[in-house]
């Protein structure tokens, strides 16, 4: 018996492969402290959750239309308009089990086999796997800390060739923090324009969660709105990781191609949380303000901690929740039983010696850099990045 070859067109992602391992220790009694999962340590606001409630005591418990209900993609359009002043009707808009399936969705709706896909690194680890499933073919273009983790216009031109599909990027970007601004996205714009057969993923699921001013998106450009495919959900800005709600907000006939693929992959999310994502996303974002300012201050206190720790090259994050840094100065160093070579060494020395899980940035397109998250209490965060001073203090 032989199973399908699908599987080995891609990988299991890193990070839900570091959570694994830590989960393992801790489960063996060992003190681990989460440094890899982007998960908000927040709770869901309380409002949200009375929404919930409320929408299971009125026995919204049965199946829904596969783009969602029709209040929750007025609600959708709502704050498209009020967060971003870009208008969508609920004809644009379908909802899913989280952005990761927006995104399958989305790529699949787009992507032939051959296509070219650029992605400029660092990247979700997701993106490229989705493109290799999808059949296509994934184009890095590799950014720098220098460049701010941002592909230039000059780059994305060059990457271009007749093949190019589609381009996706995130801006917050998971894992950089590099935010995109008005400016640079304008830039971006006008290469596109001479290239109308392209499509463009903005993954937009960190907007809130932004160090340097007002989100930016590049649907905002009118005459590429149509080629434009906004990806965005609840996770991380509401607090909603386990709730799975994500959406697109694309022209109709991408619209109704994912709507396609997803009727015969899951249907609709869960009925329950469409009412509670109702009540978020037309409701007071005090809370996801709230987050993003203890956000800030954790963010400060990292960058405060990782001075005293000699070799890493670090760029400040715009937004998001992690931090980046390049650790080759490590490779080739040893504790005496364990030889840093990589950034997957370095990453499992972490987690075996300090007893801190990251994820080795190979995954997200940029071998010589770790992702650490700070989407944790300020405690375990200070205590987390004692622990790796410690351990990294050991390498000669």
């Known amino acids: 018996m032989q199973l399908s070859t699908l599987l080995s067109r891609f990988n299991e992602p890193e990070t839900l492969k570091m959570a694994k391992l830590g989960r393992?220790?801790?489960a063996k009694g060992i003190d681990v402290i989460d440094l890899s999962l982007g998960e908000p340590d927040f709770d869901t606001p309380q409002h949200i959750k009375d929404a919930a409630i409320k929408a299971i005591n009125d026995n919204w418990s049965h199946y829904t239309p596969v783009a969602g209900f029709a209040d929750l993609r007025e609600a959708i359009c709502f704050k498209l308009k009020r967060d971003n002043n870009l208008d969508y009707k609920p004809e644009n808009i379908i909802t899913s089990t989280g952005a990761k399936q927006s995104l399958a969705n989305a790529i699949y709706a787009v992507v032939d086999n051959g296509d070219e896909v650029i992605i400029p690194t660092p990247y979700w680890v997701t993106y490229s796997e989705l493109v290799k499933m999808a059949g296509g073919k994934v184009v890095q273009v590799r950014t720098t800390p220098e460049s701010g983790f941002k592909i230039s216009p000059q780059q994305l031109d060059a990457a271009i060739t007749g093949?190019?599909?589609?381009?996706?990027?995130?801006?917050?970007?998971?894992?950089?923090?590099?935010v995109y601004s008005k400016a640079e996205l304008s830039a971006l714009a006008e290469v596109f324009r001479k290239h109308p057969e392209i499509y463009i993923i903005a993954d937009e699921i960190y907007e809130y969660i932004n160090f340097v001013g007002g989100h930016e998106s590049i649907a905002q450009f009118d005459d590429l709105k149509d080629r434009i495919i906004l990806i965005n959900g609840l996770s991380k800005g509401f607090a909603m990781t386990g709730w799975r709600l994500g959406y697109i907000a694309a022209n109709t006939d991408i619209a109704k191609a994912c709507e396609k693929i997803q009727g015969q992959m899951t249907s609709a999310t869960c009925s329950i949380t469409q009412k509670?994502?109702?009540?978020?996303?037309?409701?007071?974002?005090?809370?996801?303000?709230?987050?993003?300012?203890?956000?800030?201050?954790?963010?400060?206190?990292?960058?405060?901690?990782?001075?005293?720790?000699?070799?890493?090259?670090?760029?400040?994050?715009?937004?998001a929740f992690y931090i980046f840094p390049d650790v080759s100065y490590y490779y080739g160093k040893s504790d005496g039983t364990t030889t840093i070579g990589n950034a997957a060494d370095f990453s499992m020395y972490l987690l075996n010696t300090a007893h801190v899980s990251s994820v080795m940035g190979d995954a997200f397109g940029e071998p010589n850099c770790v992702r650490f998250s700070f989407a944790n209490s300020m405690g375990n965060i200070e205590k987390a990045w004692e622990r790796i001073k410690q351990a990294l203090a050991k390498l000669k």
């Open 276 to 319: 509670a994502a109702v009540a978020a996303l037309t409701g007071d974002t005090k809370s996801s303000m709230e987050m993003t300012a203890e956000f800030t201050r954790r963010r400060a206190r990292v960058l405060e901690l990782i001075k005293d720790i000699p070799g890493f090259k670090c760029f400040e994050p715009e937004g």
């Open 163 to 178: 093949k190019t599909k589609l381009f996706m990027f995130s801006s917050p970007c998971n894992p950089s923090g590099a």
């Open 24 to 26: 393992e220790l801790r």
